[in-house]
């Protein structure tokens, strides 16, 4: 478990996740009324971040690992664990509903303290008790 | 108007960049360190720390809430810089209500950890992977918060 706790994997992640929530920034997604304006179909913006990111990380998935044979601070590179079809849809109509409820998903919730948002302390209070009860659900099964 | 105005009364540049910066972070930790860049675990993770329940002593859990915890304060921190220069100090406070975000959290965080990934997971990590059950969460997740947001609002939400 030592390489995970690493100095400069840590410390890794925290200019990763500030690239993320400058991004995140940028694009207005920290914002609920941008991410309502297009779950009411009046602005689309949010397709194209999406779009732009996730071909930013496809050509860095594609390409990377055939460069190198291991991350520059890592042991091996991962691969986003693949759940069962029905339980990554089933669990996506659920986080659908939430989403438009609230207009606010993970990232921006934890980026909006950045901005000085400090209503999504609701929502990551919302989010803790979700994945609690999300936790217990799943083993009660 | 023309069509691409219609589809972008505020233009493409802001979303285009935007993007770009969010992709160069996932895409950073993973050359850096192997990581997959998802969101949402972190909020599992983080009662790996205060519950002693199996759920959440697995391994996965446990090996990654580390780096989970300096991503998430990372996102904070660039965040702080956007507001910081760009934004010249201006906060941002949403106007949409407590309960709204109060129960969309609650739903959206079970969802989020039942399907094993978000906008963030499934939406760029999964999709960056060409995973197909990924792009059957992002076309599922968007479509019901498309007719939820609507059922919303026609409920005098906002």
């Known amino acids: ?141 | 108007m023309s069509a691409l105005a219609h589809l972008f009364p505020s233009g493409v540049a802001s979303y285009l960049a935007g993007g770009l910066f969010i992709g160069a972070g996932v895409a950073l930790l993973f050359v850096l360190t192997g990581y997959i860049g998802g969101v949402s675990t972190f909020f599992s993770a983080v009662w790996s720390f205060f519950s002693r329940w199996h759920h959440f002593q697995q391994r996965g859990l446990l090996t990654s809430r580390n780096w989970r915890v300096m991503y998430a304060l990372g996102m904070v921190l660039g965040a702080g810089v956007f507001t910081l220069t760009i934004n010249h100090g201006h906060a941002f406070v949403t106007k949409v209500p407590p309960w709204q975000l109060l129960v969309g959290g609650l739903i959206g965080g079970f969802g989020a950890r039942y399907s094993g990934g978000c906008t963030s997971g499934h939406g760029i990590c999964g999709l960056g992977s060409l995973q197909k059950p990924s792009l059957a969460a992002v076309i599922t997740f968007v479509v019901a918060a498309i007719i939820t947001a609507h059922i919303v609002r026609a409920l005098g939400g906002v």
């Open chain 1, 1 to 141: 478990m030592k390489e995970h706790d690493a100095t400069s994997s840590l410390l890794s992640a925290l200019l990763a996740g500030a690239l993320f929530g400058f991004g995140l920034s940028l694009s207005g997604m920290v914002k609920p009324e941008v991410i309502f304006q297009f779950l009411l179909l009046r602005d689309f913006g949010l397709m194209l971040v999406m779009l732009s990111a996730a071909t930013t990380v496809m050509i860095a998935y594609k390409i990377v690992p055939r460069l190198m044979s291991k991350p520059v601070f890592g042991t091996s590179f991962g691969v986003h664990p693949l759940q069962p079809t029905r339980r990554v849809v089933l669990g996506a109509v659920v986080f659908g509903i939430g989403w438009g409820i609230s207009g606010v998903c993970p990232g921006p919730a934890i980026a909006g303290l950045g901005v000085g948002n400090w209503p999504v302390v609701y929502v990551i209070v919302g989010l803790m008790v979700g994945a609690w009860l999300e936790g217990r659900f799943t083993h009660r099964e």
